[in-house]
């Protein structure tokens, strides 16, 4: 090696651990706080004493240091889904909301929030069905789980069993929600006004009257309360 001339000052060897993080991972660094979220369970038979799936997600966002600002469960029932979204997606930056995601007569949640969403998010749905597929095979194809911004807020759509819940926060939302936070968050949302946040309705309040078919509100608003038929699949 060539000895530098006296005086000369030398370039240190790079140092791998200042080497700047990637967009994603400089992203989720900032992401690493305390999110907003809501829970929300869609079910004819289950009770918050019997939820095991919505009471699964209670429990891992607040070890996880999340702020839990709303949890309801209402009936499969277009009507009362929309209303109770529309509440979550004015106090919360997450809403996750879990069964009536496959395509028996029972399962109106899908459309319900595909009526609402202003920006898919079309990865979600597309990793969960991955994952699924890697447990239950071709079945995993009924599942029509939904995610995408509504106003303010990034609602997820799972299925209402505890082993597909689980897929879904511990293979894909679990280590992201602070990165979507940020995300959701950092540019503001168009047509989003900043504001402080309204009290949600108490448990078992009446809820606001949904748009009726041809005054808006998409196609949700004329599913209202749908036949009742066998029981459906959880799992989708």
Do not use: C
């Amino acid at each position: 090696m060539t000895d530098l001339p006296p005086g000369t000052p030398s370039t240190p060897a790079p140092d791998s651990a200042s080497t700047p993080l990637d967009s994603a991972g400089q992203h989720r660094k900032h992401g690493e706080r305390s999110v907003r979220v809501a829970v929300l369970t869609v079910s004819d038979t289950r009770t918050e004493e019997t939820d095991t799936s919505g009471q699964y997600l209670l429990s891992e966002l607040r070890a996880q240091g999340h702020e839990v600002v709303g949890y309801r469960v209402v009936k499969d029932d277009a009507v009362h889904i929309r209303s109770s979204l529309v509440a979550f997606a004015r106090e919360a930056t997450v809403v996750l909301s879990t069964g009536g995601t496959g395509i028996t007569g029972r399962d109106v949640t899908v459309p319900v929030v595909e009526s609402m969403i202003t920006k898919p998010i079309p990865g979600f749905g597309e990793l969960f069905r991955m994952l699924s597929y890697q447990q239950v095979g071709g079945a995993a194809m009924l599942s029509r789980a939904v995610a995408g911004l509504v106003r303010g807020s990034v609602v997820f759509a799972m299925p209402g069993s505890l082993n597909a819940v689980k897929t879904a926060w511990e293979g894909i939302l679990r280590d992201e929600i602070g990165h979507l936070a940020f995300e959701v968050e950092r540019h503001g949302q168009p047509g989003v006004l900043s504001a402080p946040p309204a009290p949600l309705p108490e448990a078992g309040a009446a809820l606001p009257p949904a748009p009726q078919p041809g005054a808006g509100g998409g196609v949700a608003a004329g599913l209202g309360r749908h036949r009742k038929g066998g029981q459906g699949n959880d799992r989708f």
